[in-house]
C-alpha cells in the first residue's frame, strides 16, 4: 500500500513513522562512527605509547640534570609496610644478597670485564647554583659522590666507567623553593673494547661513551616522589615504586614522610636553612627491558646496572645523609 492511497491523518502519522526512523538511523551512523573514531584514537595513541619505551637521561656536566615530571599532587598510595629486605619475592634481593659479599661475585663474559674503568674524580654541576646555600650543598653532594664511589659495587669497577654529573633546580622548573633542591647523576656505562670510540686513558683505565644507566639521589624534591606508590620499607626506609623502579627514601627532618598514606606536601620545613637535606630520594634508571629481566634473575649483579642496584640495595643512605649534612656547615 502506497502513502498516496491513505487518508489524510493516516497519511501524516506514516510521513512522521517513516522520518522518525530515518532520523534514528542516521544518529545512529552518526553515534557509530563517533564511538569508531574515538576507539581508533585511543588504540592508536596506546600503540605509540607502548612502543616508545622511556630513555635514560645521560648527565651533561654543563647543565642541570632535567627530566620531565609531573607537578607535586600527593597521589601516593600507601600500603602496609613490608619489609622487603627480606621478601624472596622482591626482584633486586638477589643483586644485593649478592654484593654483600663481593668476593663471591664473578665476573662478567667479555674480554672487557677485567678492564678497570675509567671513574669520573669530580661532578660538574649546573643549574642555579648562586641561590642561597647553593654552594654548601655542592659540598654536601661532593661529599656524597666519594662515599658512593667506596662502596662495593663502585669502589674499583672492572668493565664499566662511572661518569658524574648534577643540577640545582626542582624537576618542575620554577623558583627554588626554601630548601635548595639537588641531584646528583652517577653513570655507569659498559666498556666495550670494539668500540673506536673508547678511550684509554694514562692510568690504563678505559670508557666508551655513549648510553648507560644511572644511579641518582635527589635532595629536597618533593616534585620526584609526588606519584610514587608506597610499597614498604627496606632497611628502615621507606621503599617507593615509580615508572617501573625503586625509590628508597633518607629522612633527616621530624617531619613525617607520609599523611594519611599519602605523601606530605608540607615536608619541606621553610625555618631551617636552605642548605639543610632534609630529606633524600635514590633511585636507579634503566630500560623497561631491564626491569622486565629483573625478575627473572638476568641481571648480572657485575654488570653496569647489576653495580648500581647493588649499591642502592647496599648502601646506608641514613648513615651517608647523616655525613654529608655535616659539610659546609658553619664551624
Known amino acids: ?41 585511543a588504540i592508536s595513541q596506546g600503540l605509540q605509547k607502548a612502543a616508545t619505551p622511556d630513555q635514560p637521561v645521560r648527565p651533561d656536566p654543563g647543565k642541570q640534570v632535567t627530566m620531565p615530571e609531573p607537578a607535586y599532587s600527593a597521589k601516593a598510595k600507601a600500603a ?34 677485567s678492564v678497570r674503568g675509567y671513574v669520573e674524580p669530580v661532578p660538574a654541576y649546573g643549574g642555579k647554583l648562586s641561590v642561597a646555600g647553593a654552594p654548601q650543598m655542592r659540598l654536601k653532594l661532593d661529599a656524597l659522590y666519594a662515599l658512593l664511589l667506596s662502596q662495593a659495587p663502585l669502589a674499583n669497577p672492572q668493565g664499566v666507567s662511572l661518569i658524574s654529573g648534577g643540577g640545582f633546580g626542582h624537576r618542575r622548573g620554577g623558583p627554588m623553593g626554601p630548601a635548595v633542591a639537588a641531584s646528583l647523576t652517577v653513570r655507569a656505562h659498559p666498556i666495550k673494547l670494539a668500540d673506536k670510540s673508547t678511550v684509554r686513558h694514562a692510568d690504563g683505565s678505559a670508557h666508551t661513551p655513549g648510553k648507560g ?34 625509590q628508597l627514601v633518607a629522612m633527616n627532618t621530624t617531619r613525617p614522610l607520609l599523611v594519611n598514606g599519602t605523601i606530605n606536601k608540607d615536608l619541606i620545613d621553610a625555618s631551617r636553612p636552605p642548605s639543610d637535606i632534609q630529606f633524600m630520594v635514590a633511585y636507579v634508571v634503566t630500560s623497561k627491558a631491564t626491569w622486565t629481566a629483573l625478575p627473572k ?33 658553619p664551624s
Open 213 to 246: 644507566d644511572s644511579l641518582t639521589v635527589v635532595v629536597n624534591d618533593l616534585d620526584v616522589i609526588s606519584d610514587s606508590t608506597v610499597l614498604g620499607t627496606y632497611n628502615g626506609l621507606t621503599l617507593l615504586r615509580r615508572s617501573g623502579g625503586y
Open 297 to 329: 634473575g638476568q641481571v648480572h649483579p657485575a654488570s653496569a646496572t647489576g653495580r648500581l642496584l647493588g649499591t642502592l640495595f647496599t648502601a646506608d643512605w641514613a648513615n651517608m645523609l647523616r655525613q654529608i649534612d655535616q659539610k659546609g656547615q
Open 80 to 113: 602496609p609496610a613490608e619489609r622487603l629486605e627480606s621478601s624472596d619475592s622482591f626482584p633486586p634481593r638477589y643483586i644485593a644478597q649478592a654484593w654483600q659479599q663481593p668476593a663471591s661475585i664473578t665476573s662478567m663474559p667479555g674480554e672487557a670485564s
Open 1 to 41: 500500500m502506497s502513502i498516496s492511497s491513505l487518508s489524510s491523518p493516516a497519511r501524516v502519522m506514516a510521513c512522521a513513522t517513516l522520518l522518525a526512523s530515518s532520523f534514528h538511523a542516521q544518529a545512529t551512523d552518526l553515534l557509530n562512527g563517533v564511538l569508531q573514531q574515538a576507539i581508533g584514537h
